[in-house]
């Protein structure tokens, strides 16, 4: 965490919101991103990323700096939202078969078309993944943490993670191939 | 045949993923005002004022009974005092409900002596016999009575 974030993260602890405003802006993105690739779904990951950024605010007076980044903090926090959001609610459809996906959405994804495979794909085949995989291969590759950053959010060691992005990309591999 | 490299770069690319930035305004502010809205109202100053005046209290009376110099006062908050007075309290109680029992006693003693004793003149049979044969229960004038009257009115 560098000083400025440190700087941030003290005010916000504070009570002042415009520090967390700050923080908001600088990872909402990010944990919104995490969270869609999670569930597959807008709208759910639109209610959870409120709720993570909420419960983050609500709790920030025991937020303990621990040499990581703030945004690990709030990994761990979207990550148990998420697990409470499949835990409570089975999913009744597919992920493959929802129509109103938002990749198909944004202006971006069309420039993209012409690549030897799409990003739709990829993002399904992130849906079958195993929870740990999914965790490891987004972190690591879509919002590019590093593995001491990820170890710390899933509470394992380096060298677990280092395994279990191997596996991933093996298993990405597979799926993507016979798509 | 697709590559890890392939894989790894078509992954980067799914940062376009982005929230839509309406919802991202509306829950940001959304947000902040939950704070804010607990802030104003224990942030009020009169609270404040008020919070700092009711310490104080405690603590002002906190030290008066610890510092008290009269005695009644910290004796009744001293626990040994109050153990002790709770034990004479007993005894006490015990030494008076005894002395009850024992004048009790004698009393009902006493009554019953009285009522076997027959030959105590307002108990003798015979006499209170004679007594109920002169009672003429018939007549209502009784000119003694009278007589007892017109002394005591006149």
């Known amino acids: 965490m560098n000083k400025e974030e440190q700087d941030l993260v003290e005010k916000a602890r504070k009570g002042e919101s415009e520090a967390f405003g700050s923080l908001y802006d600088k990872y909402f993105d990010s944990i919104y991103r995490f969270v869609y690739l999670k569930t597959g779904n807008k709208t759910d990951a639109e209610d959870l990323s409120h709720q993570v950024f909420l419960s983050a605010w609500?709790?920030?007076?025991?937020?303990?700096?621990?040499?990581?980044?703030?945004?690990?903090?709030?990994?761990?926090i979207a990550l148990n939202a998420v697990i409470d959001h499949w835990r409570t609610r089975k999913p009744s459809v597919s992920i493959d078969l929802v129509k109103d996906d938002l990749l198909s959405e944004l202006p971006a994804f069309h420039e993209e078309v012409d690549q030897k495979f799409s990003l739709v794909l990829v993002k399904n085949a992130i849906a079958k993944l195993e929870p740990d995989q999914q965790d490891v291969i987004v972190m690591k590759f879509v919002d590019e943490l590093s593995n001491k950053e990820i170890s710390d959010v899933l509470g394992k060691s380096e060298g677990a993670i280092r395994v279990i992005q191997h596996r991933a990309l093996r298993q990405l591999k597979k799926l993507i191939e016979e798509a | 045949m697709i590559t890890n490299e392939e894989i790894k770069k078509n992954l980067g690319k799914l940062r376009i993923v982005?929230?839509?930035?309406?919802?991202k305004r509306t829950s940001r502010s959304l947000i902040l005002?939950?704070?804010?809205?607990?802030k104003i109202f224990f942030g009020m100053p009169f609270l404040k004022v008020a919070g700092?005046?009711?310490?104080?209290m405690l603590?002002?009376?906190a030290v008066a009974f610890e510092f008290s110099p009269?005695?009644?006062?910290?004796?009744?908050?001293?626990?040994?005092?109050?153990?002790k007075e709770f034990e004479n309290l007993s005894i006490n109680t015990g030494i008076e409900e005894a002395k009850y029992r024992e004048s009790a006693n004698q009393t009902i003693v006493s009554a019953l002596n009285e009522i076997e004793n027959t030959n105590v003149k307002h108990m003798n049979d015979s006499l209170l016999r004679d007594e109920a044969d002169n009672i003429n229960l018939d007549d209502s004038t009784n000119p003694e009575i009278d007589a007892l009257l017109e002394t005591v009115i006149f």
Not at chain 2, 75 to 82: A, D, E, K, R, V
């Open chain 2, 70 to 83: 009269t005695p009644v006062l910290s004796s009744s908050f001293n626990s040994s005092s109050l153990q």
């Open chain 2, 18 to 23: 982005e929230p839509d930035p309406g919802f």
């Open chain 2, 33 to 38: 005002s939950y704070k804010s809205e607990k």
């Open chain 2, 59 to 61: 603590v002002i009376t």
């Open chain 1, 58 to 76: 609500q709790k920030i007076e025991n937020y303990q700096f621990r040499g990581f980044p703030f945004s690990s903090w709030l990994y761990k």
């Open chain 2, 52 to 56: 700092a005046f009711a310490v104080l």
